[in-house]
């Protein structure tokens, strides 16, 4: 396994290090993405079987995949609770829409209020704008302080990116399988490329205005299996870019990724189907238990958490916002 090349990079080198340096894309396998669909689909037959004849669609993403994965236990609790925005989620949130903007327009003019149109106009389904408003007036200026440097930062490095590359943000990643009753589902923050029938050509690149984390590997690796198994190329590289500080952690990608990318989905789409067919969920106390949503009623997570009163949910959005 190659692991992601990373550096602070800007203008065409960070484009050089997307797009690649000239040397030639692999060659894609025409067999290989109706493989990886035969695998999934042999897989799921017998749990989709078993749902119920009225179930909903099982989704599969990458925060249902992490949760479920962690303790499915948790999933649940997670389902049942209300939506908690933090600081972290609405500055990611902001600087995404900064990073739409970017690319689609080549300018940023005011930062602060550039992100908060662009939220509002896209519906603001998690309530970012009236977040930011209720806060206290000196953390509502950090916060403007911080979505200005992500701003500069992004500014500064990325270069305006050629129509002749396709550049698309939000690009939605859907999958059906088994007659459509699970669906695979990913909203990348860029691609770039026409995806090609011979040489791989895609690059898909995630924005984390957080702190770097090796977690991020693995949401990239589902959206390159959700690519090969959409267009029949696997993307010839993906990427995260670290607003904060200019990283990019970049890597090709390669058939063992994904054939370990698809077992991890395969179990993660296992366990949903085994919930939604009513199964009682496993409790797997692991080291988050401590936030979790289910704690007060989870006999073995407040042993492994030594309570049973959990710990405000933005003290661990920041290093874990999936799984929060
Ligand atoms: S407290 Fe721990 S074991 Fe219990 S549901 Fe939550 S994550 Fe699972």
Redesign the pocket.
């Given at each position: 396994m190659r692991r992601a090349a990373t550096s602070m990079i800007e203008g065409d080198g960070l484009l050089r290090r997307l797009r690649g340096d000239g040397a030639p894309r692999p060659v894609v396998d025409p067999g290989l993405a109706g493989g990886l669909r035969d695998w999934l689909e042999d897989g799921l037959v017998e749990a989709v079987g078993g749902l119920p004849g009225d179930s909903e669609t099982v989704r599969v993403n990458k925060e249902s995949l992490s949760q479920v994965l962690?303790?499915?236990?948790?999933l649940?609790?997670r389902r049942g609770a209300p939506r908690v925005m933090t600081v972290e989620l609405a500055r990611g949130s902001l600087v995404d829409a900064l990073f739409r903007q970017w690319v689609t327009t080549g300018a940023v003019e005011d930062p602060w209020n550039d992100a908060l149109e662009a939220l509002a106009v896209e519906g603001d389904r998690d309530g970012v704008g009236s977040f930011v408003t209720g806060l206290p007036p000196t953390r509502r200026h950090q916060m403007m302080a911080e979505v200005a440097e992500h701003a500069a930062e992004i500014v500064a490095r990325w270069p305006v990116l050629s129509p002749a590359w396709l550049p698309r943000t939000q690009e939605r990643l859907e999958v059906p399988l088994c007659g459509g009753r699970v669906v695979l589902a990913g909203v990348v923050d860029l691609v770039l490329g026409r995806p090609a029938q011979d040489r791989a050509s895609v690059c898909l690149v995630e924005l984390k205005s957080g702190t770097r984390r090796v977690e991020h590997r693995g949401d990239l690796h589902f959206y390159a299996l959700l690519e090969a198994l959409r267009s029949g190329a696997p993307p010839f590289r993906i990427a995260t870019y670290y607003s904060a500080t200019g990283e990019l952690d970049a890597e090709p990608v390669e058939e063992e990724m994904l054939v370990r990318t698809l077992a991890r989905v395969l179990d993660g789409a296992l366990r949903l189907c085994r919930l939604a067919a009513g199964a009682e969920?496993e409790?797997?106390?692991?080291p988050?238990?401590?936030w979790?949503?289910?704690?007060r009623?989870?006999?073995?997570?407040?042993r492994?958490?030594g309570t049973d009163v959990p710990r405000p949910v933005d003290s661990l959005a920041e290093l874990h916002p999936e799984t929060a």
């Amino acid at each position: 396994m190659r692991r992601a090349a990373t550096s602070m990079i800007e203008g065409d080198g960070l484009l050089r290090r997307l797009r690649g340096d000239g040397a030639p894309r692999p060659v894609v396998d025409p067999g290989l993405a109706g493989g990886l669909r035969d695998w999934l689909e042999d897989g799921l037959v017998e749990a989709v079987g078993g749902l119920p004849g009225d179930s909903e669609t099982v989704r599969v993403n990458k925060e249902s995949l992490s949760q479920v994965l962690l303790c499915e236990a948790h999933l649940v609790a997670r389902r049942g609770a209300p939506r908690v925005m933090t600081v972290e989620l609405a500055r990611g949130s902001l600087v995404d829409a900064l990073f739409r903007q970017w690319v689609t327009t080549g300018a940023v003019e005011d930062p602060w209020n550039d992100a908060l149109e662009a939220l509002a106009v896209e519906g603001d389904r998690d309530g970012v704008g009236s977040f930011v408003t209720g806060l206290p007036p000196t953390r509502r200026h950090q916060m403007m302080a911080e979505v200005a440097e992500h701003a500069a930062e992004i500014v500064a490095r990325w270069p305006v990116l050629s129509p002749a590359w396709l550049p698309r943000t939000q690009e939605r990643l859907e999958v059906p399988l088994c007659g459509g009753r699970v669906v695979l589902a990913g909203v990348v923050d860029l691609v770039l490329g026409r995806p090609a029938q011979d040489r791989a050509s895609v690059c898909l690149v995630e924005l984390k205005s957080g702190t770097r984390r090796v977690e991020h590997r693995g949401d990239l690796h589902f959206y390159a299996l959700l690519e090969a198994l959409r267009s029949g190329a696997p993307p010839f590289r993906i990427a995260t870019y670290y607003s904060a500080t200019g990283e990019l952690d970049a890597e090709p990608v390669e058939e063992e990724m994904l054939v370990r990318t698809l077992a991890r989905v395969l179990d993660g789409a296992l366990r949903l189907c085994r919930l939604a067919a009513g199964a009682e969920p496993e409790r797997t106390p692991n080291p988050l238990c401590a936030w979790c949503a289910g704690l007060r009623e989870c006999v073995p997570g407040q042993r492994r958490a030594g309570t049973d009163v959990p710990r405000p949910v933005d003290s661990l959005a920041e290093l874990h916002p999936e799984t929060a």
